[in-house]
């Protein structure tokens, strides 16, 4: 706690600059020098990258970012600036393993390494999905019950007791209570009482992540969000956070969204800001883990071919420089339901586990509906762990995620998008399994996949 106070007294005593500067005089102009200078690019038709110097060259652009930028205060208009030397101590204290859950239920996440021996893990459930609350436990079920799921997350709970839940409202104090209530009644009923958590995902300010810093909520082998703002910005909402957590002792993971196409702009640029953002997130979010989700500025998904190309890039970029604990978020265009939803998280579980990421997921239908299930967390961990057993080489992960993307790619096309249906449509709510109709996709796309060579 004590080093953290340096970093209020920066807020307030570093350099003034206006939010509209930062963005375009600072983000946008740096990631463009730093592309032309490190001579980045990207190609459609190498998704997965197999080029370690472009790689390399990557985490170097977003190093060099790290230390000329620092990070935007957006509550005080100053610039938190740090030196190279912070930013590497930062590095030398990030977590190389982390032990969440208890007792027989515990896991262990790691820092993955290239050619990583032992599989990745994973979490299952909607993050931040609206999920109504007469199903909300129900659904968590249909995740945390796939034996293959090591630590549970969650939707959000946007109504509670049919009233809509508004950002600082009292009310987000009881959705995101009543959502960890829930979480640990669904890990009951599965027998995984001590299975470790991603939780308060019902907190969208920082009233109710603060009110749920209790073993009855959340415990201290739990973990919860600590939002790095786009791009490269905190404000004192989410640094409060941190010091709830520094001094309760959650497990912090930073959420940095980077948008694809945005600031940072092409594919090679937005990897620098994802590089440099998870450098700083070391020190302003006191990050044990990070997660990977950068976002398409048009499409969302994280199975559009640039954000897979982003992925790629910056879990190798870390894996090869500086391992740290990251874990990729799986947001498909398609929702339950539709057979376009697996072969979107298919192609992330793929390349997530191929270039050293865990994995989470699935946040169906660019997690904006409740169209979720257990379903897709259980093909996520299945295609991973087929692709970790079978070793594939980068090459053919990518082969493999250029005989995926036409198969899903007109989604992306679709004015209506591809949302498929809600939870309670596709799970039977008294038995919690599928449904005839999306069991029997998942066998057909299942099987399709066995005879093209993948050893499910």
């Given at each position: 706690?004590?080093?953290f106070?340096?970093?209020?007294?920066?807020?307030?005593?570093?350099?003034?600059?206006?939010?509209?500067?930062?963005?375009?005089q600072?983000v946008a102009a740096?990631a463009?020098?730093?592309?032309?200078k490190?001579?980045?690019?990207?190609?459609?038709?190498?998704?997965?990258?197999?080029?370690?110097?472009?790689?390399?060259?990557v985490?170097?652009?977003?190093?060099e970012?790290?230390?000329?930028?620092?990070?935007?205060?957006?509550?005080?208009?100053?610039?938190?600036?740090?030196?190279?030397?912070?930013?590497?101590?930062?590095l030398?204290?990030?977590?190389?393993?982390?032990?969440?859950?208890?007792?027989?239920?515990?896991?262990t996440l790691?820092?993955?390494h290239?050619?990583?021996?032992?599989?990745?893990?994973?979490?299952?459930?909607?993050?931040?999905?609206?999920i109504?609350?007469?199903?909300?436990?129900?659904?968590v079920?249909?995740?945390?019950?796939?034996?293959?799921?090591?630590l549970?997350?969650?939707?959000?709970l946007?109504?509670?007791?049919?009233?809509?839940?508004?950002?600082?409202?009292?009310?987000?104090v009881v959705?995101?209570?009543r959502?960890?209530?829930l979480?640990?009644?669904?890990?009951?009923?599965?027998?995984?009482?001590?299975?470790?958590?991603?939780?308060?995902?019902?907190?969208?300010?920082?009233?109710?992540?603060?009110?749920?810093?209790?073993?009855?909520?959340?415990?201290?082998?739990d973990s919860?969000?600590?939002p790095?703002?786009?791009?490269l910005?905190?404000?004192?909402?989410?640094l409060?956070?941190?010091?709830?957590?520094?001094?309760?002792?959650?497990?912090?993971?930073?959420?940095?969204?980077?948008?694809?196409?945005?600031?940072?702009?092409?594919?090679?640029?937005?990897?620098?800001?994802n590089?440099?953002?998870?450098?700083l997130?070391?020190?302003v979010?006191?990050?044990?883990?990070?997660?990977?989700?950068?976002?398409?500025?048009?499409?969302?998904?994280?199975?559009?071919?640039?954000?897979?190309?982003?992925?790629?890039?910056?879990?190798?970029?870390?894996?090869?420089?500086?391992?740290?604990?990251?874990?990729?978020?799986?947001?498909?265009?398609?929702?339950?339901?539709?057979?376009e939803l697996?072969?979107?998280?298919?192609?992330?579980?793929i390349?997530?586990?191929?270039?050293?990421?865990?994995?989470?997921g699935?946040?169906?239908?660019?997690?904006?509906?409740?169209n979720?299930s257990?379903?897709?967390?259980r093909?996520?961990?299945?295609?991973?762990?087929?692709?970790?057993?079978?070793?594939?080489?980068?090459r053919?992960a990518?082969?493999?995620?250029?005989?995926?993307?036409?198969?899903y790619?007109?989604?992306?096309?679709?004015?209506?998008?591809?949302?498929?249906?809600?939870f309670?449509?596709?799970?039977?709510?008294?038995?919690?399994?599928?449904?005839?109709?999306?069991?029997?996709?998942?066998?057909?796309?299942?099987e399709q996949?066995r005879?093209?060579?993948?050893?499910?």
């Open positions: 706690m004590q080093d106070f340096e970093i209020f007294d920066r807020a307030v005593s570093g350099n003034y600059i206006s939010e509209e500067d930062w963005d375009i600072k740096t463009r020098r730093l592309v032309k490190y001579h980045l690019e990207w190609d459609p038709r190498q998704i997965v990258v197999d080029d370690s110097q472009l790689v390399d060259a985490y170097q652009a977003g190093f970012m790290a230390v000329e930028l620092g990070v935007y205060c957006r509550s005080t208009e100053r610039i938190i600036n740090f030196s190279q030397d912070e930013i590497e101590a930062a030398n204290k990030t977590p190389q393993t982390l032990v969440m859950g208890e007792g027989k239920d515990q896991r790691y820092a993955r290239m050619d990583e021996e032992r599989p990745p893990l994973f979490f299952g459930g909607s993050p931040g999905s609206p109504p609350e007469r199903y909300f436990l129900e659904n079920i249909s995740y945390v019950q796939e034996p293959s799921i090591d549970a997350t969650c939707g959000t946007t109504a509670v007791n049919g009233r809509i839940v508004r950002t600082g409202h009292p009310l987000e959705a995101t209570r959502e960890l209530l979480m640990h009644k669904a890990l009951e009923r599965v027998n995984r009482p001590g299975m470790g958590m991603l939780g308060a995902q019902s907190s969208v300010s920082e009233l109710g992540d603060l009110s749920v810093a209790s073993p009855t909520y959340l415990r201290t082998c919860h969000l600590v790095m703002l786009n791009e910005k905190v404000d004192f909402r989410n409060a956070r941190v010091v709830n957590s520094l001094g309760y002792g959650m497990i912090n993971a930073s959420l940095p969204c980077v948008i694809m196409g945005g600031l940072g702009g092409a594919p090679p640029g937005s990897a620098v800001v590089v440099a953002s998870f450098l997130a070391n020190l979010c006191q990050a044990d883990y990070h997660i990977l989700h950068p976002i398409h500025i048009r499409q969302v998904a994280t199975s559009a071919p640039e954000v897979l190309w982003v992925i790629s890039v910056v879990g190798q970029a870390f894996a090869r420089n500086a391992p740290s604990i990251i874990v990729a978020d799986i947001y498909p265009k398609s929702g339950a339901g539709t057979i697996l072969y979107e998280t298919a192609a992330n579980a390349v997530n586990t191929m270039t050293g990421s865990h994995l989470e699935c946040g169906s239908a660019d997690g904006k509906l409740p979720c257990g379903l897709e967390a093909w996520m961990a299945e295609v991973a762990l087929a692709s970790h057993q079978m070793k594939m080489s980068l053919q990518n082969d493999w995620v250029l005989k995926l993307l036409p198969l790619e007109k989604v992306f096309s679709s004015p209506e998008g591809n949302p498929g249906s809600p309670d449509q596709v799970y039977d709510l008294d038995t919690l399994k599928p449904m005839d109709s999306w069991q029997k996709i998942y066998e057909t796309v299942k996949l005879l093209e060579g993948m050893n499910l």
